[in-house]
């Protein structure tokens, strides 16, 4: 398994390294990408992208997420921890508030309003899978940094770390992790979540800068007897970060659905009076049988962020991979 994961990235990063492959345009005369020619790479993967039917409904999905996430303490109509509708909750015949006037999606068990902690709930989910993507980038990039640029031992030591924490199951390894700490909160979370990514980020980075070091601009740049450091930070770094931004977006939808299972799973923040939809889709597990929607609403939502990540990523990616234009 390890091995798989290890050279699916070093094959995205191969490929990403390579820029745009040679076309033959309309006039029959030969040019980079044919009606793309004369162009740099991001505006031809622009001008793909915004022709492209899957990542348009991957954007939508995506901006629907960040705007009800931002507006949900000026739009919950009610506090998402106050119990207003505790007099209709019946707990020996499991029986919750149901949708009725100010309250669209009824109460949970508690007699909370439901639609409320949905949207705060989105608030949370946004801030764990952003901020875990964001550590786990910035720990990859030092690590690929260093192989990439040194080589050598220090890519041998940097790469075996890597290799044994890829050859770990990513949820395995994240439940292993927020285990650790005798405190549960979001915190651990996130922390849990971007160890995780720290690999896959590392190794994609690590693979590309190797292929961006052979390229001719940066021989010649050897050749004047430009210094590493320059070398690396003004020519290598700067070509080889396209695919690991691209990646990133896919590793906000695995931080998504591995933040919600950590949070079911109870090794997220104790006190539910700030909403989770993981946590929310734990705490119903109870009332599965006779109260399925609470678990549908959280678990739904989800479903769709996490859908929506992965569809911009793949759209991202097919648009920058020359093999895979269409």
Known sequence: MASSRATK??????VAARGPEFEVGPDGQGSPNGHDAGVSLAVSAWRRLRRNPVFIVGAVMIGLFVLLAVLAPFIAPHDPALRLLEDQV????????PPQDGYPLGGDQYGRDLFSRMLLGSQQTLLVAALATVIGLGGGLVLGTLAGAFGGWVDSVVMRIVDVLLSIPS????????ALFAEQSQFTVILAVAIVQIPIFARLLRGTMLSVRESDHVLAAKALGVKRRAIVFRHILPNSLGPVIVQSTLVLAI???????LSFLGLGAADDSTPEWGQMLGNAQDFFDSQPHLAFWPAGCIIVVALGFTLVGESMREA???RQRR
């Open 9 to 14: 990235i070093d094959r995205l990063a191969s």
């Open 90 to 97: 019946s707990r020996a015949n499991n029986e919750i508030p």
């Open 171 to 178: 949820l395995l390894l994240a439940v292993s992790i927020g």
């Open 255 to 261: 931080a998504v659905l591995d933040a919600a299972a």
């Open 320 to 322: 920058l991979d020359p």
